[in-house]
C-alpha cells in the first residue's frame, strides 16, 4: 500500500453528474477540502453515452421525420444524397468533448481538485487511486462518496453474445446499420430502436413480453407499441435469443438464432448490428466495498438510506450506483442536498431529495412523460373505488394535413383519488410531450387537485391544453 499522499474533507470517488454536482456544492458553496476521481471521461454516462448524446441523435431522427412529413403541407424536398451519419457522428463527438472540459473547467472553478485514475477502498476512510501512469496513491478522507455509476450489460448464457455491441458502443458506430436488431423492452432499447428507425435502418426489437416499457402504464405501452408497429418497426414478441454467430460470406454481419411469438419453434435473421439493452449494473467490480463493510443488496448495487447513508459511518452513495432512480437528474439533486447536508451548517442537517413524484420521459417516436402512479399502482393503494381516470386520445393538429392513416396519435391521464381528486399520476404520449412534462409536473409535486387543472385557462390550439378541459 502506498503511504498516504492526501488528506481531504470530501473524497468523491466518481465524476459523474451525481458525483460532480456533489463535489462542486462541497467546496464551491461551503468551503470543503474536496478531491474528485474518475476513471473515465468526465460526466459519466449522461453526458459520455447516455442523455446528451442520445438527445442530439433523437434531433436528428426528428429532423428526418419532419422532412418525411412536409409532402402533407405542399413541400417538394428533394434529396441530394443518404443522410450523412459519419459526419453527424464526428460533431456529435466533438461536442461531448466541449462538455467534457466544461466539466473540468467547473470543477477547477469550484477548487475541486480532479484526478484522473481508479479508486478503491482500503478502509472506511483510505482511498487508494492506481493512476494513469501506473503509479498510486493513497488519500485519507473524513468522508467519502461513491458515485461510481454502471454500466450496460451483455447476457453470459449466449453463444456469441460478445458480437452485439451495447448502448455505449452505439455512440462508437461509424456508420448507420442496414439492418440492426436490439433486444429489450426498456426506455434504452425503445428509443434507440426509433432512432434507428427514422435515420433508415431496418429495425427489429425483440421483446420477452408482449408489450414495452412495462412499469409505465398500460395506456402508454399499448399506445406505444400499437404506434411503432403503424411506423414500420418490427417488434418480436415473446422472444428469446440462443445464438448470434459471424457470416463469414458477409464481412460485418451475423446471423441471429431467435424463437418469438410468429416463430416458436426458432428462427434466424441476417443483421449487421445488434445491440443489447437488458439492464445496468452497478459500477462496483474493483471498489473495494467488502474492506470497508460497505453492504450491497442483491443486484449489487450499494445500500443507501434516503439521506444516502450506507451502512457505514462517513460513507456515503448516490446515483445509478445506489440504484433507486437511476435518473441524471436525480443524481444531480441528490448530490447537492447531500453536500448541502455534509457541509452547509445545521439549517441543512435534514436536508435530502425527495425521491416521490420525479418526472420522467422517454425520447421515443413520440415522445412519452411520466410522473406519479401507473392506474394499477393507484388501484392496488387506494382501492378502485376511490380512484377516478381521466383520459382522450386525439391526433394532434400537426398533422391535420396528413392522412388518416399517417397521423400518430397523442394520449393523455390524469389519475385521481379521493373526494377532491388529488392528482396522483399523469401519463402523456405524443409529439412535445417531453417538454410538455416539466410544468405539469410542478403541479402534481404541489400537491395538484382536478379542480386545479380544470381552472387553468387553456392554450388554444396546442396538444397540452388537452390535460386542463379533460372530462
Known amino acids: 500500500m502506498a503511504p498516504v499522499s492526501k488528506e481531504c474533507d470530501f473524497l468523491v470517488i466518481g465524476g459523474g453528474s451525481g458525483g460532480i454536482a456533489c463535489a462542486r456544492r462541497a467546496s464551491g458553496q461551503w468551503g470543503a477540502k474536496t478531491i474528485a476521481i474518475e476513471s ?7 453526458v459520455n453515452v447516455g442523455c446528451v448524446p442520445k438527445k442530439v441523435t433523437w434531433n436528428a431522427a426528428a429532423i428526418a421525420e419532419t422532412l418525411h412529413e412536409a409532402a402533407a403541407y405542399g413541400f417538394q424536398i428533394k434529396e441530394t444524397g443518404p443522410f450523412d451519419f459519419k459526419t453527424f457522428k ?3 463527438d466533438a461536442y461531448v468533448r466541449r462538455l467534457n472540459g466544461v466539466y473540468a473547467k467547473n470543477l477547477d472553478n469550484d477548487n475541486v481538485e480532479y484526478i484522473h485514475g481508479r479508486a478503491h477502498l482500503l478502509s472506511k476512510n483510505e482511498v487508494e487511486i492506481v493512476l494513469d501512469n501506473g503509479g498510486k496513491e493513497t488519500i485519507r478522507a473524513k468522508k467519502i462518496l461513491l458515485a461510481t455509476g454502471g454500466h450496460p450489460n451483455i447476457p453470459q448464457n449466449i453463444p456469441g453474445s460478445e458480437l452485439g455491441i451495447t448502448s455505449d458502443g452505439f455512440f462508437d458506430l461509424e456508420t448507420l446499420p442496414k439492418r440492426v436488431a436490439l433486444v429489450g423492452a426498456g426506455y434504452i432499447a425503445v428509443e434507440m430502436a426509433g432512432m434507428f428507425h427514422h435515420l433508415g435502418s431496418e429495425t427489429h426489437l425483440f421483446i420477452r413480453h408482449e408489450t414495452f416499457l412495462r412499469t409505465f402504464d398500460p395506456m402508454v405501452q399499448e399506445a406505444i407499441v400499437n404506434e411503432y408497429e403503424r411506423q414500420g418497426i418490427h417488434i418480436h414478441r415473446n422472444s428469446s435469443q440462443s445464438k ?27 443483421i449487421d448490428c445488434l445491440l443489447w439493452a437488458i439492464g445496468r449494473s452497478p459500477e462496483v467490480e474493483d471498489l473495494g466495498l467488502d474492506k470497508a463493510g460497505v453492504k450491497q443488496d442483491p443486484r449489487g448495487h450499494i445500500i443507501a438510506d434516503d439521506y444516502q447513508n450506507t451502512n457505514v459511518e462517513n460513507i456515503y452513495s448516490l446515483g445509478d450506483v445506489a440504484g433507486k432512480i437511476e435518473l441524471t437528474p436525480v443524481a444531480i439533486a441528490a448530490g447537492r442536498q447531500l453536500g448541502n447536508r455534509l457541509f452547509g451548517g445545521p439549517e441543512f442537517k435534514d436536508a435530502k431529495l425527495d425521491y416521490t413524484n420525479i418526472p420522467s420521459v422517454v425520447f421515443a417516436h413520440p415522445e412519452v412523460g411520466s410522473i406519479g402512479m401507473t392506474e394499477p399502482a393507484a388501484i392496488e393503494k387506494f382501492g378502485k373505488e376511490n380512484v377516478k381516470i381521466y383520459k382522450t386520445t386525439f391526433p394532434p393538429m400537426y398533422y391535420a394535413m396528413m392522412e388518416p392513416d399517417e397521423k400518430p396519435p397523442a394520449s393523455f391521464k390524469l389519475i385521481c383519488t379521493g373526494e377532491d381528486e388529488k392528482v396522483v399520476g399523469l401519463h402523456i404520449l405524443g409529439s412535445g410531450c417531453s417538454e ?21 385557462v387553456a392554450i388554444h390550439p396546442t396538444s397540452s391544453e388537452e390535460l386542463v378541459t379533460l372530462k
Request: with cysteine.
Open 40 to 46: 473515465n471521461k468526465l460526466g459519466g454516462t449522461c
Open 436 to 456: 410538455m412534462l416539466q410544468g405539469f409536473g410542478v403541479a402534481v409535486k404541489m400537491g395538484a387537485r382536478k379542480r386545479d387543472f380544470d381552472s387553468c
Open 90 to 92: 464526428h460533431k456529435r
Open 244 to 270: 448470434l454467430e459471424k457470416l463469414d460470406d458477409q464481412p460485418g454481419w451475423m446471423k441471429l438464432h431467435y424463437k418469438d411469438k410468429s416463430s416458436p419453434d426458432g428462427g434466424t435473421m441476417d
